[in-house]
């Protein structure tokens, strides 16, 4: 059982491109969740998901956008990186009160 | 207005002795439930324990226990006979409302370092 599996684990951007982090899990959660965690911080909310098709803003959506097709895959798109963007990522998935986690995507904009 | 507050930046503890991580909240709803995450240095984030606002006892999980005093809003975690792989960084975090999809919002951290 994979849990959470978040791709890519590490990758550096340039300003002003474009990038996918890919997050999938194959528990059947209908709740997903993207959030950043810039250095010595807690975690804060970019987008979430009820289920296929519904999405939602979290705290700090801006600069982000996110799809659901299927229970499966919540990927996170970021359009014109900057680098105010530079921070670790981790997407989760939950039912009940217990959230999984993925791993992380740490991720740089110079 | 900060709903979870972690006073403690950084801790130390000895080896084997029991440690407390404070941890305020601040919410309207009646329903609402308290986690407290791990994070060592290797990044990910492990799920430790849970309080529903409703549960009368508190929560305990092995090692850690949750010291729940709702009129105070405090949800503090008790690690009792600390180890060495208790080093890490440790978030509170709150789910306000009934339902699933909540969000949960995460404290700062507290940063616990065990000394052999």
């Known amino acids: 059982n994979a849990g959470v599996t978040q791709t890519p684990k590490f990758r550096i951007l340039k300003i002003g491109q474009s990038m996918t982090l890919q997050c999938a899990q194959d528990?059947?959660?209908?709740?997903m969740y993207w959030y950043r965690q810039d250095p010595g911080m807690g975690l804060k909310l970019i987008y979430y998901s009820v289920g296929a098709g519904i999405t939602d803003k979290g705290e700090v959506p801006n600069g982000y956008n996110v799809s659901r097709s299927t229970t499966e895959d919540f990927p996170l798109r970021l359009e014109l990186a900057a680098p105010s963007q530079t921070s670790v990522y981790f997407c989760a998935s939950s039912v009940g009160y217990g959230y999984t986690f993925g791993s992380g995507t740490r991720l740089t904009v110079v | 207005a900060q709903k979870i507050t972690q006073t403690q930046p950084g801790m130390f503890v000895q080896e084997k002795e029991a440690v407390t991580l404070d941890c305020t909240y601040d919410?309207?709803?009646?329903?609402?439930?308290l986690f407290w995450y791990k994070q060592p240095s290797s990044g990910e984030m492990i799920f430790l324990i849970y309080?529903?606002?409703?549960?009368?006892q508190n929560a305990t999980e092995g090692r850690y226990s949750l010291n729940f005093q709702k009129a105070r809003k405090s949800a503090n975690l008790v690690i009792s006979a600390s180890q060495l792989g208790d080093s890490a960084m440790y978030f509170c975090?709150?789910?306000?409302?009934?339902?699933?999809?909540?969000?949960?919002?995460f404290g700062p951290g507290t940063s616990l370092s065990v000394i052999p």
């Open positions: 309080q529903g606002s409703y549960d009368e």
């Open positions: 919410t309207s709803d009646q329903s609402y439930g």
């Open positions: 528990m059947n959660h209908n709740y």
């Open positions: 975090a709150m789910r306000e409302g009934r339902t699933s999809y909540d969000k949960v919002i």
